[in-house]
Nanobody
């Protein structure tokens, strides 16, 4: 079973920055598409950013220009750098890995952006 462990969440003031990390277990990382999703209370889980095994990326319109997703295959880690954070970015952020028909989720890390 593949486990994904997120870290880097916390409390930050509006305009601040955070870098989230996700370190999957297992041996599929280099061939898996990785993504960051978020879910705020009462709202549907939404894609924030995704990166393919080849390094191509895509972002939600709400975070374009403020977030950067990257991966380090040597460290088996995917990152989400978030800058210019806004209160509406407050949510639980989940790491996701997709490989073939398999779909794995982390337990989530809380990001809270204060006014």
């Amino acid at each position: 079973q593949v486990q994904l462990v997120e870290s880097g969440g916390g409390l930050v003031q509006a305009g601040g920055s955070l870098r989230l990390s996700c370190a999957p277990s297992g041996s599929i990382f280099s061939r898996a598409a990785m993504g960051w999703y978020r879910q705020a209370p009462g709202k549907q889980r939404e894609l924030v950013a995704a990166i393919t095994p080849g390094g191509s990326t895509n972002y939600a319109d709400s975070v374009k220009g403020r977030c950067t997703i990257s991966r380090d295959n040597a460290k088996n880690t995917v990152y989400l750098q978030m800058n210019s954070l806004k209160p509406e970015d407050t949510a639980v952020y989940y790491c996701n890995a997709k490989f073939a028909w398999l779909n794995y989720w982390g337990q989530g890390t809380q990001v809270t952006v204060s006014l």
